[in-house]
């Protein structure tokens, strides 16, 4: 244990995830401040050569690895902060669990965390802890998340779909909206969660006080974090929320996000793709309903009657593409390429997206880019030089906003 304990510890639970752990690890990395901070890699008995694959690629920045299914331990470099526990598969609760207790055994004030598949800002703990920091009272606060495609392609800011699901209007106000303005009580969460689930730090004091019982719900295979969070609620810990972004999630349905499109059957989400008269809405329900059901997908298309010509609508949206680009939209103009490429698959599709990529990367190299542009960057590579770009600007952007 270091003499002084970090002062903020991040969990990253993963299970079979050694494709998209890489890229979560680095954002991680790469904070801002990063030197009092320590990361906690939960694999929940992965198959895939997860923590193999984390001695090659990170042997640098692992200090330990606990394998508690071979019951073997690991010293690794003096100088890492990424502390890695293997156990037996058991479910995302327990892994948030056992990360929430190793980094209270590291006595770190704050805690955080982070699925496998998501990415954060390089600013994320600076400006989450900045705000714990400031209101001394607070034991959790949470802040906003921009979605992007499970390939890394940026939604625009408020249109992703776990975006829209925060920002809906409803008659109290938006969830985003209605926290800006500390317009949460006691209770509320038992109505709706409006915490997003990547984007929280809660402090060591607000931990022990739900004590360890009353963390994430071991007997819940989905919505344990909800249930983690009514339960610090009803431990008296008090909430904040900052009002900007600070991660990317992965949407895993490609565009219409499981909130929407819960229930539905292979052949009513069909119907509801070919209804939509919108062509990105109509492009993200069939990507959608294609990843859900893959080998059903081709014989439903016939059984609705609801066929249709995805060349097609992949050229429709060429003329939207071209708008994008012409108006100096990369970011834009890279995620409908993106969707025309999974509709229909061509050389040149995949060389399109490469030239929007080589634009976005040239961008950054001869003179400043744009928010949006440093964002998508980052998010489709996380580099110490990508992230150091992204805080400048973010950190440029709140100064303007103030």
């Known amino acids: 244990m270091p003499l002084h304990p970090p002062k903020i510890g991040a969990v990253i639970t993963t299970y079979n995830r050694r494709d998209l752990l890489g890229p979560t690890l680095q954002s991680v990395l790469y904070q801002d401040g990063a030197d009092s901070s320590v990361i906690v890699v939960v694999d929940d008995g992965s198959t895939d050569g997860t923590v193999e694959y984390l001695l090659d690629e990170f042997a640098a920045d692992i200090a330990h690895v606990d394998d508690r299914i071979a019951e073997t331990s690991l010293e690794g470099s003096p100088h890492g902060m990424v502390r890695v526990i293997r156990q037996q598969n058991q479910h995302i609760a327990v892994a948030h669990n056992t990360g929430i207790r190793e980094l209270l055994r590291l006595?770190?004030?704050?805690?955080?965390h982070l699925d496998a598949e998501d990415l954060a800002f390089p600013n994320k703990h600076c400006v989450l802890a900045a705000y714990l920091d400031a209101h001394p009272g607070v034991g959790l606060v949470?802040?906003?998340?921009?979605?992007?495609?499970?390939?890394?392609?940026?939604?625009?800011?408020?249109?992703?779909?776990?975006?829209?699901?925060?920002?809906?209007?409803?008659?109290?106000?938006?969830?985003?909206?209605?926290?800006?303005?500390?317009?949460?009580?006691?209770?509320d969460l038992a109505q709706g969660n409006y915490v997003h689930n990547q984007t929280t730090m809660y402090t060591r004091r607000a931990v022990t006080?739900?004590?360890?019982?009353?963390?994430?719900?071991?007997?819940?295979?989905?919505?344990s974090d909800w249930t983690f969070?009514?339960?610090?609620?009803?431990?008296?810990?008090?909430?904040g929320f900052v009002p900007a972004y600070?991660?990317?999630?992965?949407?895993?349905?490609?565009?219409?996000?499981?909130?929407?499109?819960?229930?539905?059957?292979?052949?009513?989400a069909l119907v509801q793709a070919a209804s939509s008269e919108e062509r990105m809405e109509k492009a993200d329900a069939y990507q959608w309903a294609r990843a859900k059901w893959p080998a059903e997908f081709e014989?439903?298309?016939?059984?609705?009657?609801?066929?249709?010509?995805?060349?097609?609508?992949?050229?429709?949206?060429?003329?939207?593409?071209?708008?994008?680009?012409?108006?100096?939209?990369?970011?834009?103009?890279?995620?409908?390429?993106?969707?025309?490429?999974?509709?229909?698959?061509?050389?040149?599709?995949?060389?399109?997206?490469?030239?929007?990529?080589?634009?976005?990367v040239a961008q950054l190299a001869h003179g400043e880019p744009?928010?949006?542009?440093?964002?998508?960057?980052?998010?489709?590579?996380p580099s110490p030089r990508h992230a150091a770009a992204l805080a400048r600007l973010l950190a440029d952007d709140a100064a303007a906003v103030r």
């Open 107 to 112: 006595e770190c004030p704050y805690l955080t």
């Open 142 to 187: 949470h802040a906003q998340s921009q979605d992007m495609s499970f390939d890394g392609f940026l939604f625009s800011e408020g249109s992703g779909p776990f975006e829209q699901v925060y920002r809906r209007a409803r008659p109290e106000g938006a969830f985003w909206e209605r926290a800006a303005r500390g317009g949460f009580h006691a209770g």
């Open 209 to 223: 006080a739900a004590g360890e019982g009353n963390w994430f719900s071991e007997g819940m295979r989905y919505g």
């Open 229 to 239: 969070y009514q339960r610090l609620e009803r431990a008296g810990v008090p909430f």
């Open 246 to 268: 600070v991660a990317f999630t992965r949407a895993h349905t490609g565009g219409i996000s499981g909130t929407r499109s819960k229930g539905l059957t292979l052949d009513q």
């Open 299 to 360: 014989e439903a298309l016939q059984r609705t009657g609801t066929d249709t010509d995805f060349a097609a609508l992949a050229g429709a949206l060429q003329a939207s593409l071209r708008q994008l680009v012409d108006a100096g939209d990369l970011v834009d103009a890279l995620n409908v390429a993106h969707r025309m490429q999974r509709l229909a698959p061509t050389p040149s599709g995949r060389r399109l997206i490469r030239d929007l990529v080589d634009a976005i």
């Open 370 to 381: 744009s928010l949006p542009l440093a964002k998508q960057l980052f998010a489709l590579q």
